[in-house]
């Protein structure tokens, strides 16, 4: 990475790049941002915009409209473009439409030098993921997805709620495919040093597995009604993406669940793309932590893991 700035190129300015764009400014997370549209009079005006607000921030950042060629010393590029899930639209229902817009993005900005970090965030995001790794011959470590991090900070919110205690103390993951079939390990769930089942067991007038399986379903399902309610998604998920190249930037070694390509983790050898805990650090997806999962809970996995496969296979 850079040892002069913190440059980051995001190509894409819409809703959710610029939710991006926006927490990046009021949180002073890099030094140089530069914004790569298709729509180049709109990336004009959010460049713009963003600058009006300098003033206001604590930050010095310097934010620009760019090219591609912008790209070549960038620590980090985030991509966001691609078409909006529409109501009632899965994100594996978006694969053939985005896969032809990443076509036009990814050899870009392979072929300006870039030698840094993917960061992916548009859906199937998992999909994306890997064809962003296959499109631009990176190692695996430097292709990441924003996965299932914000479905897993919306299980700690919730937990928070349930159990009564500050979410950042719900040592809880969604793993799988950011999509329908993305699950819960609760075997692997923590209230601070609790395990969840503990909780149950002990007090099974107050707390239930009925009321946990909600839980996970209003997990699943949130991006659903937040479409139907306002059309998007966009400001968890750009806060998501702010919050993964901080660790970058950082050298955190935090753990999120990216999007990675697992190594033989499970059992699984495919090079599919997943939400699963790994440990991210200016050198990217640095450790991927496989979890103990129950024959129940592995069965789940795989089984997300071969829809993944197959839908990137499906792709003509």
């Given amino acids: 990475m850079s040892s002069i700035s913190r440059k980051v190129v995001l190509v894409g300015t819409g809703m959710v790049g610029m939710s991006f764009a926006y927490s990046a400014l009021n949180q002073s997370i890099c030094d140089e941002l530069v914004l790569i549209d298709l729509n180049e009079v709109r990336a004009k005006g959010e460049a713009m915009d963003l600058n009006h607000g ?7 950042m310097k934010i620009y409209f760019g090219d591609y060629s912008d790209c070549s010393n960038a620590d980090i590029v985030v991509i966001c473009a ?20 990443f076509e036009a993005i990814v050899p ?10 993917f960061l992916v965030a548009t859906n199937p995001v998992d999909i994306m ?5 296959e499109l631009s011959g990176f ?24 159990f009564e205690i500050d979410p950042r103390h719900m040592h809880a993951y969604v ?11 609760w075997s692997q769930a923590i209230m601070a040093v609790k395990p969840v089942y ?8 107050r707390y239930k597995r009925e009321d946990l399986d909600r839980i996970a379903n209003e997990v699943r399902t949130a991006a659903y009604e937040i479409i139907k309610a306002k059309g998007s998604t966009y400001y968890g998920i750009g806060m998501a993406i702010c919050r993964i190249v901080r660790a970058i930037f950082h050298n955190e070694n935090s753990v999120f669940t990216t999007s990675v390509r697992l190594r033989g983790e499970y059992g699984l050898r495919k090079e599919v ?7 991210i650090n200016s050198n990217g997806a640095n450790r991927i932590l496989e979890l103990k999962l129950t024959d129940e809970e592995l069965e789940k996995f795989k089984a997300s893991y071969d829809i993944l496969d197959e839908s990137f296979n499906s792709i003509s």
């Fill in 54 to 60: 300098l003033a206001f921030s604590n930050s010095s």
């Fill in 175 to 185: 793993i799988g495919e950011h999509g329908d079939s993305e699950f819960v390990p």
């Fill in 108 to 117: 870009r900005v392979v072929s300006s030098g870039f030698e840094g970090i």
């Fill in 129 to 133: 993921t890997r064809i962003t790794y």
């Fill in 273 to 279: 793309f997943i939400g699963n805990p790994c440990i």
């Fill in 198 to 205: 503990d909780m149950l067991e002990k007090y099974p007038d």
């Fill in 139 to 162: 190692n695996a470590a430097k292709v990441i997805g924003t996965g299932t991090t914000l479905d897993t900070a919306r299980l700690r919110y919730l937990l928070g709620e349930y």
């Fill in 82 to 101: 691609g078409v909006n899930q529409k109501e009632g639209e899965t994100r594996l229902q978006l694969l053939q439409r985005n896969y032809k817009v």
